[in-house]
């Protein structure tokens, strides 16, 4: 059974840092575009940041330079470093797999992530 389990997220004052973890389970990221997207109140899901199955990295431009995304194919893991939080990354913060070969397309639950003093 495909499982992704993301980790990481609380409340942070702004400015603050987090580090997201999303983990695998049912499946090897080799072979699968990484992806951690975001839902903030109100607003559509958005693609914040996308590392590739050959380790190309591409972010949204919103969080340019302070976020990091990251990969380990042996241990099934992504993250996310998120510094110099603002309050406009409050959001729920979901993890994606996409697979290249038939693009089949996997998500975990989400995790919370507030940013406010």
């Known amino acids: 059974q495909v499982r992704l389990v993301e980790s990481g997220g609380g409340l942070v004052q702004p400015g603050g840092s987090l580090r997201l973890s999303c983990a695998a389970s049912g499946f090897t990221f080799v072979g699968h575009d990484m992806s951690w997207y975001r839902q903030g109140p109100g607003k559509e899901r958005e693609l914040v940041a996308t590392i590739t199955t050959y380790g190309s990295t591409n972010y949204a431009d919103s969080v340019k330079g302070r976020f990091t995304i990251s990969r380990n194919d042996v241990r099934n893991t992504m993250w996310m470093q998120m510094n110099s939080l603002k309050p406009e990354d409050t959001a729920v913060y979901y993890c994606?797999?996409?697979?290249?070969?038939?693009?089949?397309?996997?998500w975990g639950q989400g995790t919370q992530v507030t940013v406010s003093s």
């Open positions: 994606n797999a996409l697979r290249i070969y038939n693009r089949a397309n996997y």
